[in-house]
């Protein structure tokens, strides 16, 4: 039987079984999986299932068609009026608890993202949920409005950001390591991510999960990838993350220049919180858009060992190998960086060579102005070379 697209046939031990249900080994790790033949079956949605809960209205069902298959499940057409997404792997419970939490649920009320009107959820996962739409952009349109979109994005992020906790680099590096591990790449990264770079509830986007209502693009919260379920803890992400992942899975549509990179960029921080703005949270010394760029891009490389999608594991590869650069020119500013704290211990030795009399008051300033200077220099050469954003 042919396998699915949401088969991880790139890592699974076994062969795929539409009737199996169960733990799946693979070689990135144990995974469940539920069996939805059923739910594909106009029949089946005629009683609502005794297992599990139910969040909103059970649907009435009249039309029930097949979209398509996707690396998250099954889409399908509801009544011509809904969306539904049935999502066989058991990849945690994202979107229900964005629609339990009432806090979060009333704030993204107004904004630019379509919350379910049903999710039914079982022990801790959900396995289908309900959009109130009835048509989803394809890769081509939504590249078109990609502008708008993260302006969408901004809007949403400025939302949630009451709701933010603050950085918690050690995890975000932990977890750069805990894919590249997995993955046995050649590169490394870590960054030391500013206090403006916070972490905001987890909401799953995707560029093949956006709809238009009144003339506006909406984004379609997604349950949790299974590259992610796989290979990291369940984290709250930065804004930049959501956005950067959006940007390079454009990038594999169409390849972005600088230009249209920045125009993405800002069009996403002239509606996000103005902190997001700060020069140290788009600082490339700070990790910035950049670290995420390459969160980003390690993500899309599991994806596609996960799928065996070749093409995409050839262009992520081809990214990656451009990653040893940018970090080599960081190298060369943390030398300049040091030359800070190389100043800082100058004044030191001139203050206290001139408190116990070892050198002369003329030659203890001399050094000690000399210090000062060569501080304020290397640090102001190591800010100016940061590396652009985008």
Not at 43 to 68: F, M, Y
Not at 75 to 90: A, D, K, W
Not at 98 to 127: A, C, F, Y
């Amino acid at each position: 039987m042919d396998e699915p697209r949401w088969w991880p046939k790139g890592i699974a031990k076994v062969p795929f079984d539409s009737a199996f249900e169960g733990e799946v080994v693979s070689s990135f790790g144990r995974f469940n999986v539920w069996n939805t033949n059923g739910c594909l079956e106009k029949r089946w949605w005629k009683n609502q299932p005794r297992e599990g809960k139910i969040l909103g209205d059970w649907p009435e069902v009249e039309v029930l068609e097949i979209i398509q298959y996707d690396m998250y499940g099954i889409l399908l057409n509801l009544n011509g009026t809904h969306i539904v997404r049935v999502s066989p792997i058991e990849v945690g419970d994202d979107v229900s608890r964005m629609l339990r939490h009432k806090p979060w649920n009333k704030s993204l009320s107004e904004q630019p993202v379509l919350l379910p009107s049903m999710i039914w959820t079982v022990s801790g996962n959900d396995r289908i949920i309900i959009y109130p739409c009835s048509i989803l952009l394809g890769k081509e349109e939504s590249h078109s409005m990609r502008f708008r979109i993260s302006e969408s994005v901004g809007q949403i992020h400025k939302t949630l950001d009451q709701f933010a906790t603050p950085n918690t680099e050690r995890r975000w590096n932990d977890r750069m390591n805990d894919i590249e591990a997995a993955l046995k790449t050649n590169t490394l990264w870590r960054a030391p991510h500013s206090k403006y770079t916070v972490g905001l509830p987890r909401l799953n986007l995707d560029i093949d999960s956006i709809t238009i209502k009144e003339g506006r693009p909406y984004l379609l919260p997604q349950p949790r990838t299974l590259v992610e379920h796989l290979l990291c803890e369940s984290d709250r992400l930065p804004g930049l993350a959501n956005l950067m992942m959006l940007e390079r899975q454009w990038a594999e549509f169409e390849k972005p220049s600088e230009q249209t990179r920045q125009q993405f960029l800002h069009s996403w921080l002239d509606h996000a919180p103005p902190s997001y703005s700060n020069s140290k949270a788009l600082s490339t010394l700070c990790g910035g858009p950049w670290i995420w760029r390459y969160h980003a891009t390690l993500n899309l490389l599991a994806q596609a060992i996960i799928y065996n999608d070749e093409e995409l594991e050839k262009n992520s590869k081809t990214w990656l190998s451009d990653v040893s650069r940018l970090q080599a020119h960081l190298g060369v500013l943390r030398f300049w960086k040091s030359g800070l704290w190389a100043g800082i211990t100058g004044l030191v030795i001139a203050f206290f060579s001139w408190q116990l009399e070892s050198l002369s008051p003329t030659i203890s300033g001399i050094i000690a102005a000399l210090s000062l200077f060569f501080a304020i220099g290397s640090n102001q050469l190591y800010w100016s070379k940061d590396p652009k954003p985008y």
